[in-house]
């Protein structure tokens, strides 16, 4: 059976994150999108070291549409280079995954 992807990214403000998020879901490359925002971030970025506020967002999707996902998350990112890390799930209970699963489409 097909695992659970979990995708780590940021974005500059809730609203963009969330309009992102919701095209993820509806053209059914991830089931979920959960926005946390209220996060400050210290990065390195062209040579200088910047800070920011930014909002995680968390999208629940299955391995096999990792890379569909990333280019469709890299085209509708407003960053320059977004941050894009697919994060392994070892497990997902039964029923998660096979919520993931039906909303993403998978056989």
Partial sequence: MERALLVYTTFADAE???AVGESLVRDRLAACVNVLPGMRSVYA???AVER???VVALVKSREGLG???AAAL???HPYETPIILHLAVEG???DTLAWILAETGAA
């Fill in 45 to 47: 970025w062209k040579g």
């Fill in 16 to 18: 963009t994150a969330l």
């Fill in 52 to 54: 920011g506020a930014e």
């Fill in 74 to 76: 890299k085209a509708r």
């Fill in 67 to 69: 890379p569909a996902l």
């Fill in 92 to 94: 997902a209970d039964p």
